[in-house]
């Protein structure tokens, strides 16, 4: 396949994500990303930070390919995101979990429903749900809450059924947009430790965040934003005051 020689040009084997001088344009004036060169590897956990309006969602959107860049190279898994036909999209998909700050629960589903939903769209059979969907829900810890409705749940709760449902397909990589900005400090300390549990049994996790608190505590590798431009790029972080 023409593909295997383009993966061995842009990507090393031990490499998920590759991100080649990217930038990204929405309209004239400075772009929303400008020549951003990140490289992860597989089973990597990494901060993405910096100010509003740095750029971070916009990262996030193009590794999902809802954006594509107006230059510059996008490699994850086995997909040039760049050269991917639109019917594959869905296919890579799959391999993403995804998490955001609003939770973006059905409200007027249950626990177990919001996190079965996952499945039934990629046609995994009933069996198969009624095995994993409960498998998850303990994994996150909430394995007596899957009969209630999100509304009675606290945020740290949907959070985690948000979480459930983004791994319950079992993808390669989490990306997590401000996970815990609509949580307090005890919740998203809860939240961050199920995420570095879930990274430690082999998922790449991303995180964007504005909370140097969790930044400074889990000593992973941190990527500092601002205006478009990686200004900083360690192993072990803290989080760097742009301004
Ligand atoms: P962050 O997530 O770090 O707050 P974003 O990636 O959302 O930053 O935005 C980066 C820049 O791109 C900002 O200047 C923002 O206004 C701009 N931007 C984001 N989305 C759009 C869009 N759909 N159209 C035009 N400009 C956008
Ligand atoms: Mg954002």
Redesign the pocket.
């Known amino acids: 396949m023409a593909f295997s020689k383009r993966k061995k040009k842009y990507m090393e084997d031990d490499e998920i994500i590759v991100i080649d001088n990217v930038t990204k344009s929405?309209?004239a004036g400075?772009p929303?990303?400008s020549e951003v060169n990140i490289r992860i590897k597989k089973g990597e956990f990494v901060f993405i930070v910096?100010?509003?309006?740095?750029?971070?969602?916009?990262?996030i959107?193009l590794l999902l390919r809802e954006l594509t860049p107006t230059d510059g190279g996008i490699y994850v898994l086995n997909y040039n995101l760049n050269k991917i036909r639109h019917r594959k999209i869905p296919k890579f998909r799959r391999n993403i979990g995804v998490v955001f700050q609003d939770f973006r629960l059905l409200k007027d589903r249950n626990v177990y429903e919001n996190v079965a939903f996952a499945q039934r769209i990629i046609q995994v059979p009933g069996k198969q749900i009624r095995k994993n969907v409960p498998a998850i829900l303990a994994t996150v810890g909430l394995a007596g809450k899957y009969k209630a409705k999100p509304n009675r749940l606290s945020g740290g709760e949907q959070q985690r059924v948000a979480i459930a449902r983004a791994l319950v397909n079992k993808p390669a990589i989490l990306l997590a947009?401000e996970p815990t900005g609509n949580l307090d400090p005890r919740n998203s300390m809860e939240i961050m430790r199920l995420l570095e549990e879930i990274n430690e049994a082999g998922t790449t996790v991303i995180m964007?965040t504005h909370n140097r608190d969790i930044v400074n505590a889990m000593q992973k590798r941190v990527i500092t934003?601002h205006r478009?431009v990686v200004v900083s790029d360690q192993e072990r972080g803290v989080y760097v005051d742009e301004d």
């Open positions: 929405y309209q400075v929303a990303l910096g100010d509003s309006g740095s750029g971070k969602s916009t990262l959107k947009d964007v934003l478009g």
